[in-house]
């Protein structure tokens, strides 16, 4: 779906990226992952042509990015950044509304399509499609721009940093429910981002950079399992197994049967390594698990995720 062919971009004499190849298949979430000034942004910014590579291709579904005037390109391809972008004198319903206006939509058809996006990233628009960007907090402010984003139903979608100025519980919380929402939608995603949990929670596959060069690209559980070099290890971190636990649902090692201590409950798609939390924190054996309607669909013991934690993580 998108694929950088040697691509190079510099910045007066700095080379901010040295002929980078990788591909983004259809459906899938990659994340760009970093440190800072490994050209991630930059790599990015050149899909959308913020930017303009010195050399090499990046083909959007086979087509070169510059055989399209960059207007009618952007139009195409939903773009979330750090600071969401807002416009802040327009109320979120118009806001959500911004390309769908641009590409000429009938007035009805933008209004249900407002409304759609924005149920569908948890801000139902009789209660804030009204609002003002400043009265919204840091973590609404990003589902308007998720929802403004997704208003066109792109193919692709660009994230530049998208959660990091968000508190760390409502963090947690948008990545998990931007989860929920590429299993729905399954668009093709390029996700820039430095902290390297959110990487391995969110990403199908992780290409991993440093000062320009793409040093490995592969599925997350590769990544984890089978570091390329040294930086990558030491990058990664030596709790690697323990991150695999973030990949996992906690109903893939839910036990059936009703045990007679269980205390508490998460919900079903909590990930291993947040069970985990829950249980260091509270000190249970137990916890039932439920699914969205609140019904139990089984049991999650302590010992079974200790015992796959110290066998390494997850298969």
């Given amino acids: 779906m998108i694929t950088f062919e040697a691509v190079t971009h510099r910045y007066g004499a700095m080379t901010a990226l040295d002929t980078v190849s990788l591909s983004v298949a259809e459906h899938e979430l990659c994340v760009l992952l970093g440190p800072s000034g490994s050209g991630k942004s930059t790599l990015l910014r050149l899909v959308n042509r913020l930017l303009e590579a010195h050399s090499g291709r990046i083909l959007v579904d086979g087509h070169d990015v510059r055989s399209y005037r960059a207007e009618v390109l952007r139009r195409g391809i939903g773009y979330v950044i750090q600071n969401v972008g807002l416009f802040p004198h327009w109320k979120v319903a118009d806001n ?4 769908p206006r ?3 939509w009938e007035r009805s058809r933008i209004r249900a399509r407002v409304a759609e996006v924005l149920d569908l990233v948890g801000l139902p628009a009789g209660t804030y499609g009204g609002r003002y960007p400043h009265q919204l907090s ?4 990003q589902r308007v721009g998720v929802a403004r984003a997704l208003a066109s139903d792109p193919p692709v979608l660009l994230m530049d940093e998208p959660f990091s100025a968000v508190d760390p519980l409502g963090r947690q919380r948008i990545q998990g429910e931007f989860l929920e929402i590429q299993r729905r939608l399954k668009k093709t995603v390029v996700f820039v981002t430095h ?3 959110e990487a391995v929670r969110l990403g199908d596959r992780i290409a991993l950079l440093k000062d320009g060069r793409l040093i490995q690209h592969d599925r997350t ?3 984890l399992e089978r570091p390329a070099t040294p930086f990558v290890a030491e990058f990664l971190g030596r709790d690697r197994a323990l ?4 990949r996992v649902p906690a109903s893939a090692l839910a036990r059936s049967s009703a045990p007679p201590d269980s205390a508490g409950a998460l919900p079903e798609a909590t990930d291993l390594r947040l069970a985990l939390a829950h249980f260091l924190e509270s000190g249970t054996a137990v916890v039932a698990l439920q699914d969205g309607a609140g019904r139990i669909t089984g049991w999650l013991h302590r010992e079974d995720l200790e015992a796959l934690a ?3 993580g997850p298969a």
């Fill in 96 to 99: 959500v509304a911004t390309v």
């Fill in 221 to 223: 559980e590769v990544l």
């Fill in 310 to 312: 110290r066998a390494g």
């Fill in 102 to 104: 641009l590409l000429g």
């Fill in 243 to 246: 991150k695999r636990l973030s």
């Fill in 138 to 141: 840091g973590g609404e402010a």
């Fill in 195 to 197: 902290d390297v949990d």
